[in-house]
């Protein structure tokens, strides 16, 4: 009798520019379900202060980065960038910095050397799922803060043996 094979498959969720405790005193009750339910997190920077990011360790292991706007404790603690492996997927996370318009190409170009199928950026606040040059870029927006976009948001990343998908989820007021 022969065995099936069994596509892996791992849901990461994502969030970025949370902004606590300036923007919100906490993230959204369903985020934080979503999180606890998620193989793992990526947060592409501006947590602002170290607290969330302790927070967010207890919930789930946690792949950070640091932004702008981290505090310094923060910024000691977590890289500008990182690149991890999910089943055989590179996926680069970093926050970004300069014109939000130009952020894709920023970001594009600071992973050219890296083989990553995936890149997770924060910092415009503008959700952003779009493949560009064969690489799937990927901004969650911001589930605390609507000063850039239109809506609050966060984002899933569903690896396969097919490649990488994103989703970006819209969180009510």
Known sequence: M???????????????????????D??????????????????????????TLNQLQKINRVVGVAGNMDSKEVKEKLKHKEVVNVDH?????????GDPHKLPKTVLQEFKNDGVQCIVFGHSHQAFNEVIDGILLFNPGSPTDIIYAHYKSYGILETSPDGIKGQIIKLGD
């Open 2 to 24: 022969k065995s099936k094979a069994v596509a892996i498959k791992t849901k990461i969720a994502v969030i970025s520019d949370t902004h606590i405790p300036k923007q919100a």
């Open 26 to 51: 906490k993230l959204p009750d369903s985020l934080l379900e979503e999180l606890a339910k998620s193989a793992f997190i990526i947060h592409a920077g501006d947590f602002e202060d170290i607290k």
């Open 89 to 97: 997927h590179k996926i680069g996370v970093i926050h970004g910095w």
